[in-house]
């Protein structure tokens, strides 16, 4: 079995892990990750370093390959980049869960994250550095360019084109034939029933264009806390949450 | 194997029976439901009596366990209360069907239902008494508090918090990092992109409040019945779904 | 292991045929479509013919039985209805991928697809030639009329009654207890809190009925393609997606 190194701690980043021992073909030596302090324990792995200490890293640990457990479509080919400069040709995996069900003649790349209960049916494609989420579908052949990703619970229905970067949100449903372009955003939610070019956010049932939308633009928001009194408040909901 | 038996032989009974069944740890014995006679059969297995008979039943059987298969939330907690008290200390199992993906560090109280499907991600915490139902996903690091509930093709980002007793209708898209207090309902089918309190009824895309509510108000509506001529209807059909 | 064909080498054929694969229950012979030439190669099987070769197939390859893979619930009717005119008592079969999940005393007639990640709860009844597409949830006590389909991502909740040719389009949520007539079509991600008679057309959240349908009036469309100069926005789209 290969060692392979998880890039980025986060809780998407236990979720790959996650994905990575229960299919495996893998041997997970530990995260990297610039924002954690080296020895932070994660889901019982250490953060070994940062990017910069892969030449180390990968010498120490005799590190095959890896993979970028990173939400955000941008930061991810800016950190996968970063990575592709320090170690040229470093190898990406692809975690796949196994309790995914990829369909006849389904191609992948490299790079990409197949969480649980995904489908993903027959003579799609799906090119680099992808994230298809929990219970999510792409039905049969549909493509997802490089970078794209699919939150929890969309679907994508047959012969959907989906471009480099863009962002499908939780809960989205896309119906047969849609094709939307690069670095598009599609809320939470939605309905979409008209295709959508490069560069825009879109929401609601059906989606309609919001707004235009700069390359790299973050948009993995997280709401605001409560406006409760803060330290209580959350002592409030640590109390209702006890049994 | 253990011996245990089911409180409520409803529809959700025959669920909770068949991930039972399905999940091979115990041995179902029958059912305990004080609105059907004795000797009621339910997908092969007796109704044995109410929970009057407990004291009875666990001898004669040699019952080890049991689990409320009742839906709604309050009502469950009702039947729990009565049950500890006939019984004290009675062994409230887990029911998870085989097919739920629960991940890395995923943490269960006691009394749940996790019925098929349903994928619970890496450091969330389930606390007791809770209802996931079929695909539901709840995303990593949240929590759900005692007697919640999540119904069949819901999905919670990462980081919700779902405090006791609040129930997430059929369909329902709850964004990351959202929380929601006690004894809360969010309607079929919303959309939940901001936080919300206790004791209140929310909807639509994105959810709002549409009024208070009061502790142990029923949720789970059953529609009226078609407005047709009354049998005439129901013949019509039955003869409509003959082969 | 039965030699079986397949009626239909469409996206929606390459599915079943992943399906029946994975089941590995028979043995597919190849495809039967009238709108591709004989000898036509989808995913590795051959085009063998129209269903008017059937009784020369069926004696050349030994044929057992067969499926009709063809989405819309009207046409798939009238498909079934020639080949039982050209072979009398032909042996339709079950297309039933391993991942679904069938509850307890779930009963299945005949023809029907049953695809990757479908719920089908306890007590439930699907008749027959119906589509129970990927990810989709029939809950308990549910009743689906002979080819009546479920999109991908939809959930019926329990004792929902969908009658025959009936079609509930991707992302649909139907609360408990609805009842949907003969005919009649409901709308990608509709919400269906209402119950609904034959032959119309509703969607919405909730649902409400746009107009009335005639028997057999398609509804499978697929959106126009974008209003870019034709060939430049496909080679835009290939370019765009290539790595």
Chains 1, 2, 3 share one sequence.
């Not at 019982?44 to 940062?50: D, E, I, K």
């Not at 995914?100 to 027959?122: E, R, T, Y």
């Not at 680099?128 to 999510?136: E, L, M």
């Amino acid at each position: 079995m290969q060692n392979v190194i998880i890039f980025g701690a986060s809780g998407h980043g236990s979720v790959v892990l996650d994905c990575l021992e229960k299919e495996g073909k893998y041997n997970v030596i530990g995260f990297v990750d610039s924002y954690r302090v080296k020895g932070y324990i994660v889901n019982g792995y250490q953060v070994l370093g940062s990017e910069f200490d892969l030449p180390y890293l990968i010498n120490r640990f005799n590190i095959e390959g890896g993979i970028v457990a990173i939400g955000d479509n941008w930061t991810r080919k800016l950190i996968v980049d970063k990575i592709s400069k320090i170690i040229p040709g470093f190898n990406f995996i692809n975690a796949i869960h196994p309790s995914a069900k990829l369909g006849k003649d389904v191609s992948l790349g490299c790079g990409n994250v197949i969480m649980p209960g995904v489908i993903i049916n027959s003579n799609s494609l799906i090119h680099d550095f992808c994230i298809v989420n929990s219970n999510s579908i792409l039905e049969h052949d549909s493509v997802m360019g490089s970078y794209a990703s699919l939150a929890p619970a969309t679907c994508c229905g047959g012969n959907v084109i989906l471009g480099k970067f863009s962002s499908i949100c939780l809960g989205v449903n896309i119906v047969n034939g849609i094709e939307i372009g690069q670095h598009t955003v599609i809320g939470a939610g939605s309905l979409v029933v008209d295709h959508f070019g490069d560069n825009v956010i879109a929401y609601g049932s059906p989606a309609r264009i919001v707004r235009q939308r700069t390359i790299g633009e973050p948009y993995l928001s997280t709401p605001k806390k409560k406006q409760l009194s803060k330290l209580e408040s959350f002592k409030e909901i640590e109390s209702n949450l006890s049994i």
